[in-house]
């Protein structure tokens, strides 16, 4: 099986929502093809889907973090786990642009907008006033990955450039993979370990939506109804 059958056939038995990014799915073709052929044969096709599919927890999360440790050196780096998080939360950055756009028309003053963009967002991000700093808006995005929480000037809110600015994707991938870190670093490191990791997965659901489906505890298909597994 080729990578690019192997992408096309995931992305089919995935809802477009719950789809990984391309670099998602490249890492996890590397975790099977483990004789570094560039091809899944039968034998890895099996070994793979039994161990996303069929084993517990702690071994498919085992098997996630070894998809992004490049270097195989027991560590995801801050840029791995960014390669990791960021199809997770993009869709969330996403609707709170379309909840910047939409709410930036017919609000009179600042508490307006940011009360029509909450509204608007309905629970993916949350924004407030920073009573510390006057002009300051704390913006909080939730996501399948835990919250990601910034500050931006108020001005940012209307700014044409929200998506590249400072609101921008890279700005909140940023943020959530500097507070996973924060938190879940036991050994201050600055970088994530497998049991880190584990405990990490564990408490944001962001990997278990993409096991259920595959495993079809959703009673859709699942990879052994693919013509992968013929």
């Known amino acids: ?12 038995l995935l809802p477009p929502a719950d789809q990984p990014d391309a670099e998602v799915i490249k890492a996890l073709f590397k975790a099977f093809d483990t004789d570094g052929s560039g091809e899944v044969d039968q034998k890895e096709l099996i070994a793979g889907c039994q161990a996303l599919c069929s084993g517990d927890e702690n071994t498919k999360l085992r098997l996630a973090f070894s998809c992004f440790d490049k270097d ?15 199809g997770t939360i993009e869709p969330a950055v996403t609707a709170l642009h379309s909840a910047l756009d939409f709410a930036s028309f017919g609000a009179d003053d600042d508490q307006q907008l940011l009360e029509a963009i909450n509204e608007e967002a309905n629970g993916t991000a949350a924004l407030a006033a920073d009573n510390a700093a006057e002009g300051t808006i704390n913006v909080v995005l939730n996501t ?10 108020s001005a940012a809110l209307t700014a044409a450039d929200a998506a590249t600015g400072a609101l921008s994707l890279d700005t909140f991938l940023s943020a ?53 597994a013929l």
């Open 176 to 228: 959530l993979v500097d507070g996973a870190i924060e938190k879940y670093d036991a050994d201050k490191n600055g970088q994530i370990e497998v049991d880190e990791f584990v405990n990490f997965a564990k408490e944001n659901p962001f990997l278990s939506v993409w096991f259920r489906h595959l495993a079809n505890e959703n009673k859709g298909a699942s990879w052994k109804d693919s013509d992968l």
């Open 72 to 86: 195989g050196d027991g560590h995801l780096t801050p840029d791995e786990l960014k390669l990791l998080l960021k």
């Open 144 to 153: 399948k990955a835990g919250a990601a929480t910034i500050s931006v000037p």
């Open 1 to 12: 099986v080729s990578e690019a059958k192997f992408a096309s056939t995931l992305k089919s």
